[in-house]
């Protein structure tokens, strides 16, 4: 698992991450801010959608897609990669958005 900090102008330790297939990636609110961020992500629930892997992720009605995750201060959002591919994400409640890709490997180790 690979830990994201969104910070006020910043994600620690870098926005774009490459990790394994079956891993997960969390997002931590360690801005000095007193309101809620959200993490949009561009990608469908998947195999997700019913894993016990997510947190603060929903599926929309139609299940095609992720709804954003609203995270409170001091809090996470979470969620595990099942498909292998390139996912854009972006923080907006910050004072400046923030964005990055996770980079899911397929042949960088993980589940068989």
Known sequence: MVTLQIRADQIAPAPDVRIPLYSAVCWLHAAPIGRPIEVK????PGVCGSCA????????????????????????????????????????????????????????????
Do not use: M, Q, W
């Open 41 to 44: 992500l561009d990608r469908s």
């Open 53 to 112: 892997t997510i947190l603060g992720f929903g599926a929309t009605k139609d299940g095609r897609a992720l709804t954003d995750a609203k995270i409170a201060p001091s809090s996470v959002a979470l969620i595990c990669f099942h498909e292998s591919g390139d996912f854009r994400y972006t923080i907006s409640g910050l004072d400046k958005a923030l964005s990055g890709t996770i980079h899911v490997d397929a042949n960088a180790g993980g589940k068989p």
